[in-house]
């Protein structure tokens, strides 16, 4: 099994089911939790995701790169990208509506889809594990059963995400299996370090 991480989608989904209020997951534990709850040979891990610029958000900068470099040094591949910032309208609470400033992961998503489809075709593993619910995957999914026809092979592509009765999605990505991870398992993995500025 090879894991694939969406860090945003990830972070996303457990702070809507669990409430926590910044990306506190070890990514290489939480694979190797699940890859042997299914009896899954863990081979590596991938890890993807936007960084800020130090200019513009200083103290996410420093989590990111901190972040980055301890999960590198357990052996956890890891992809990102800086993010770009563009205006967006939001509405508020009380109806008006206000113009913030929104960073954006700009081929992130493009590199993680790559890099899940070139697994399958080169034949390095044949369970693609991908923590994330971002349903643009599933034309990945499409394409990973393409190719286990083609080889005729077995490939299973997995969604792993964070649910409980907090959570308004509770869909894994369609056409692949889906394994909703609960708090005990989420808690049991947690990053104990805490990368966040003191100030």
Not at 80 to 95: F, M, W
Not at 136 to 157: C, F, H, P, Y
Not at 168 to 189: P, V
Not at 192 to 198: E, G, I, S, V
Request: hydrophobic fraction near 40%; glycine fraction near 8%; include cysteine.
């Amino acid at each position: 099994m090879i894991a694939f991480v969406d860090g945003q989608n990830l972070f996303r989904a457990a702070k809507q089911a669990f409430g926590y209020t910044y990306p506190n997951y070890d990514v290489a534990a939480l694979a190797a939790a699940v890859a042997t709850d299914h009896g899954w040979d863990l081979v590596g891990t991938r890890f993807y995701t936007g960084v800020p610029d130090a200019l513009d958000d200083a103290a996410w900068n420093h989590f990111w790169t901190s972040k980055l470099l301890q999960m590198s040094r357990q052996g956890v591949n890891t992809f990102s990208r800086s993010l770009r910032y563009r205006n967006k309208l939001v509405r508020l609470r009380d109806g008006t509506e206000q113009t913030v400033l929104v960073g954006q992961e700009k081929g992130v998503d493009v590199r993680l889809a790559l890099d899940i489809v070139a697994a399958a075709y080169q034949g390095e593993t044949d369970v693609l594990l991908v923590f994330s619910q971002d349903q643009d995957l599933s034309e990945v999914a499409t394409e990973i059963r393409q190719i286990a026809k083609k080889q005729n092979g077995w490939i299973k592509m997995a969604s792993a995400f964070p649910v409980s009765a907090a959570s308004t999605n509770r869909r894994g990505i369609n056409g692949t299996d889906w394994i909703r991870i609960d708090r005990a398992l989420y808690d049991s993995c947690l990053d104990r370090r805490d990368y966040r500025l003191k100030g």
